[in-house]
C-alpha cells in the first residue's frame, strides 16, 4: 500500500499503456499529481480517459504533456513547459522500445532509434528538470531489464552503426540506462544535489495476464492465451509497475539502490543487485560521456545544488 502522496507531482514517460498506465494509475490512486506523457496525442487522451473512468476523483490532478523521446527537440519542449510549473517530486524514465525494428533506423537527430528513445531522450529529460526535481528533494527512476544479466553486451558502439540486431539495440540501451542511473546518483552525491537515483526493473510482465482496459490493454484472445501459458514465470503489467512506483516514492530506500520483484520475474518490489556490467563504473562514465555528447545536455549539478528545497 502507498503512502498519502497528496501535495506530490510525478511524471512518468511512456503513460499512455502498459507499465507507464499503470504506475500513474497507482500513483494518482495515492493522491498525487501525475503528469503523463507520450507521444501519441490520440492514445495520450484514451489513456487519460480510461484512468479518469476507473478513478473519477482525479479532477485536474492528472494531466498529459506530449513527450517523445526519440527526439530531443520534443524532450526540450516538454521539460521547459514542466520546469516552468515548479518543483518536480518524482520522474520515473519508463518509455522505450521493447520490441526493436528488425534493420537499424535512425531518428530526426541522427541517432539510433532504440538508444535514442531509451537512452538518450531520458538521459536529456533528466538533465532539463534537475533543478526542478532538486527543489522538492526528489527522486528519478531508471528502467533496467532482466536482459542485462542474461546478455552482457558493452556498449562500446552504442548506436550500432556496425552489426546491428535489434535484441543487441535493446540490451545495449538497457545496460547503459541501468549503468547510468547508478552513476547518476554517484554524481549528485558527490556535487550535495538533493536528488536521488534509483534503478528499478519490472520483472517479465505480459499485456495477456493484464487486465483489458479500453484504449490502454486490449490483448487478443491468442495473446492471452499464449500468456497465460507461462503464468508461473509472468505477472501483470499492473503488478510490474509496484516496483517502479515503489522505487519512485518509498523514503526507505536510498539512491543508487537496484529494485526488482522478489521472485526476479514476478513478485512483490524487492532490493535486488544489478547484474555487474551494469556496475561497472568504467563503463558508466564512459557512456554518461556519450550521452552528454549526442545530447548537448551537461546536467546543472552547481545549479541544482544550489537550489531552496521547498518544505512540505
Known amino acids: 500500500m502507498l503512502p498519502d502522496l497528496t501535495g506530490r507531482t510525478y511524471l512518468v514517460t511512456g503513460s499512455n499503456r502498459g507499465l507507464g498506465y499503470f504506475a500513474s494509475e497507482q500513483l494518482a490512486r495515492a493522491g498525487a499529481g501525475v503528469l503523463m506523457t507520450g507521444r501519441s496525442p490520440n492514445r495520450l487522451m484514451a489513456a487519460r480517459a480510461a484512468l479518469r473512468r476507473r478513478l473519477p ?59 535514442a528513445t531509451n537512452v538518450l ?70 556535487e550535495g544535489v538533493p536528488v536521488t537515483s534509483v534503478v528499478a526493473h519490472p520483472g517479465y510482465s505480459t499485456s495477456g495476464r493484464t487486465p483489458g482496459i479500453r484504449g490502454v490493454n486490449e490483448p487478443t484472445r491468442l495473446g492471452r492465451f499464449a500468456d497465460n501459458l507461462q503464468f508461473a514465470i509472468t505477472q501483470s503489467k499492473e503488478r510490474g509497475a509496484w516496483t517502479l512506483v515503489r522505487a519512485l516514492v518509498d523514503p526507505a530506500i536510498a539512491g543508487g539502490e537496484f529494485w526488482g520483484p522478489r521472485f526476479v520475474t514476478r ?14 563504473t568504467e563503463i558508466a562514465a564512459r ?14 549539478f552547481a545549479k541544482a545544488a544550489g537550489v531552496r528545497v521547498l518544505g512540505r
Not at 162 to 173: C, F, I, M, P
Open 267 to 280: 513478485g512483490a518490489p524487492h532490493r535486488a543487485t544489478a547484474s555487474k556490467i551494469s556496475r561497472d
Open 57 to 115: 476523483d482525479t479532477g485536474d490532478r492528472v494531466q498529459t504533456l506530449l513527450l517523445d523521446t526519440s527526439n530531443l527537440g520534443s524532450v526540450r519542449a516538454a521539460a521547459a513547459t514542466v520546469a516552468a510549473r515548479g518543483a518536480l517530486d518524482g520522474l520515473l524514465l519508463n518509455a522505450g522500445v521493447v520490441h526493436p525494428p528488425k534493420t537499424r533506423q535512425t531518428t530526426g537527430d541522427g541517432h539510433e532509434l532504440v538508444f
Open 121 to 190: 531522450g531520458h538521459f536529456a529529460l533528466a538533465g532539463e528538470l534537475l533543478t526542478s526535481l532538486a527543489a522538492a528533494s526528489g527522486r528519478m527512476v531508471w528502467l533496467g531489464s532482466m536482459s542485462t544479466s542474461l546478455w552482457k553486451y558493452d556498449p562500446v558502439d552504442p548506436q550500432l552503426v556496425e552489426d546491428y540486431t535489434g535484441w543487441r539495440a535493446y540490451v545495449q540501451s538497457k545496460v547503459t540506462t541501468a549503468g547510468l542511473g547508478l552513476e547518476a546518483d554517484r554524481r549528485l552525491r558527490h
Open 287 to 300: 557512456m554518461w560521456t556519450f550521452c552528454e555528447d549526442a545530447t548537448a545536455v551537461r546536467w546543472p
